[in-house]
Nanobody, 126 residues
Framework: QVHVVESGGGSVQAGGSLRLSCAASGFSPNVNRFMGWFRQTPGKKREGLATIATDGGAIDYADSVYGRFTISRDKGRDTVYLEMNNLKPEDTDIYYC??????????????????WGQGTQVTVSS
């Protein structure tokens, strides 16, 4: 059984930083280990933020976070991080980790991912 668990959310003032972590486990040996980060405000579409391939390559970002957020992963492990700098009040959201790409849509589309974590709240105050 696959488990995807995020941690590291919290409250910070505008201009501050947070680091989110995501630990995944239980994968079958032959599936890809692409992982990604999304965020969502209740009632709105889940927004793709960043993605990283199994080997740590193929990194891509949404324009909204490019230059402020950095995705990384532990080499050889299914643990990924999202370093978030210069946070803004509009970054307030629930942040989700996604794992295992389904190559039927671009990475920023929620339907392109098979497994999801439960989410972690990030709140940025002005």
């Amino acid at each position: 059984q696959v488990h995807v668990v995020e941690s590291g959310g919290g409250s910070v003032q505008a201009g501050g930083s947070l680091r989110l972590s995501c630990a995944a486990s239980g994968f079958s040996p032959n599936v890809n280990r692409f992982m990604g980060w999304f965020r969502q405000t209740p009632g709105k579409k889940r927004e793709g933020l960043a993605t990283i391939a199994t080997d740590g390559g193929a990194i891509d970002y949404a324009d909204s976070v490019y230059g402020r957020f950095t995705i990384s992963r532990d080499k050889g492990r299914d643990t990924v991080y999202l370093e978030m700098n210069n946070l803004k009040p509009e970054d307030t959201d629930i942040y989700y980790c996604a794992a295992v790409r389904i190559f039927r849509a671009g990475w920023s589309e929620p339907i392109a991912w098979q497994y999801w974590g439960q989410g972690t709240q990030v709140t940025v105050s002005s």
